[in-house]
């Protein structure tokens, strides 16, 4: 039941936003009492948190199974985006602007932990990227990850990025690219340059 009320509240929070789903919604959701959900978590706060850390081991999961694949380091990027993409359909950010505004002190340590998480994860893409040829020799792994790390969080900022310019979709796959592109050598931007040219523009 637990992991029951995880996966059902992470989909409503990320599709309907932090503030707006109240814990009498995802009862009815569930078709359960709200006093089985408060057996499990005290309280709204404390099940955002668990959700969000459900949330981030999902993501975890994808990545690191991609990792397995075997790919070049450019593929594995565009895989492990793609896979995210499918399994959350965050199509806009303002169930996490929602979390920033009305919970900051949950989004300032989620925000922290996101980055011990998955600093590692960006640090051995890099890695991969130099010793296969793909990437620059002369990149600053550890800039450059918490770089591309800082990146991906400033998407969701509005005002930087007006939604009515940018769609989250196309802006994320943008910054992908820009990434890629800072950082690969001819052959790498010879591999970049071949997956968008067979990409569907339509995806």
């Not at 814990?23 to 057996?39: H, L, P, R, V």
């Amino acid at each position: 039941m637990k992991e029951e009320i995880l996966d059902r509240a992470m989909n409503m929070f990320l599709n309907l936003g932090f503030k707006n789903v109240t814990m009498d919604d995802i009862a009815n959701e569930m078709g359960i009492s709200k006093k089985t959900i408060y057996q499990y978590y005290t309280s709204k706060p404390d099940l955002i948190k668990a959700t969000i850390d459900y949330f981030n081991d999902k993501i975890n999961e994808k990545i690191c199974a991609v990792s397995q694949l075997n790919l070049n380091p450019i593929d594995e990027l565009f895989v492990a985006h793609s896979k995210i993409d499918e399994m959350f359909h965050i199509k806009n950010s303002s169930p996490l602007l929602q979390l920033i505004k009305y919970y900051p002190k949950i989004a300032a340590d989620i925000k922290t932990r996101q980055l011990e998480r998955f600093e590692h994860l960006i640090t051995r893409n890099l890695q991969k990227g130099i010793a296969t040829g793909l990437f620059r020799e002369n990149i600053n792994i550890h800039f450059t990850s918490r770089l591309f790390f800082g990146g991906c969080v400033s998407l969701d900022d509005e005002e930087v990025f007006p939604r009515e310019a940018f769609s989250y979709d196309r802006l994320q796959k943008m910054h992908l690219e820009y990434h890629i592109r800072s950082i690969a050598t001819q052959k790498g931007i010879e591999i970049l340059e071949t997956i968008i040219e067979n990409h569907s523009p339509n995806e």
